[in-house]
């Protein structure tokens, strides 16, 4: 009888170890396709990927990343969208997919991709130079009784970063000129340099002038606070910062992180990569990287990724829609 459990347990691990996309694999070096800049944060999760699939050899073929920002990122989703069957593409694709097609009018649909695994959602942080205000009670006065708008940082006009800063105008009254740059890395630099007011950059792009004690994190836009306790400056966690909500400014949003294959891709390979990115998930590299640029662990595929995409797409165009960025 123990012959047989431990015989039926060792069958068992080899059906788990054996990967559902037997039949394929790449025969030549896949690209991760980044639809921003150098710095910014889809480019810092990217190379943690290529990173986690090479030291823990979870792919025969290598890992290279491809950074295609040109026009907010249309560049990036025009070239996914022309790859259409070519299995050793792989796209890293954030809310843009949802709003660039309604404020530039492209003709692009996430539903023209093949959808593999999201893998993390975004938080965004307010932020402003720590030689500005200490609260964002005293931000928000601050903006208000400035002479000139203040200079709020970002990336890419009319996209989440922009959206929050119309809905922090509508929220208060205060106002705001949007200056879009072409990473969240070159939005923390313009901060720290004071040439602008604030960013609500994603946790990871302010990180390490966060750390530096440069800028100041004055609220996350969340129902809750961000859930590590881990001291990251000398004395603040991520945990420490208050929700926007706490902070009497009532503003949430998340931001998807997923990856998207060409359209007309074999079910085989779909498999092979959402199989990869869930092993990527459990690398001791992905859960560090969480953790230190804030993000939430999720993993979806399948029918529940189409089912959670469909509903963020609705959010995300009613948000577009009340912003008045959606071209007529």
Known sequence: MGQIVKTTAAIAALLLSTPAFAGWEPSKPVEIVVAAGAGGASDQMARMMQAAIQKNNLMKQPMVVSLKGGASGAEA?????????????????????????????????????????????????????????????????????????????GTGSKREDHVLTVFMEQKTGAKFSYLPYKSGGEAATQLVGGHTESNVNNPSENLEVWRAGQVRALCVFDKERIAYKTKVTGTQSWNDIPTCKEEGLDVQYLMLRAMFLPGNVTQEQQAFYADLFQKVTQTAEYKDYMEKQA??????????????????????????????????
């Open 295 to 328: 993000l939430k662990p999720i993993f979806l595929t399948g029918k529940d990724m189409v089912e959670f995409l469909e509903d963020d797409d609705k959010l995300n165009a009613s948000l577009m829609n009340a912003a008045g960025f959606v071209a007529k």
């Open 77 to 153: 989703l025009m070239y996914m969208k022309s790859s259409e069957g070519d299995p050793n593409k792989v796209l890293i694709a954030y809310s843009l997919i949802y709003m660039l097609p309604l404020s530039a009018k492209i003709p692009f649909n996430w539903r023209d991709l093949t959808p593999v695994s999201v893998i993390a959602l975004d938080q965004f942080v307010l932020w402003d130079n720590t030689n500005g205000p200490k609260t964002v009670k005293e931000f928000i006065d601050a903006a208000k009784a400035a002479g000139a708008p203040f200079k709020m940082g």
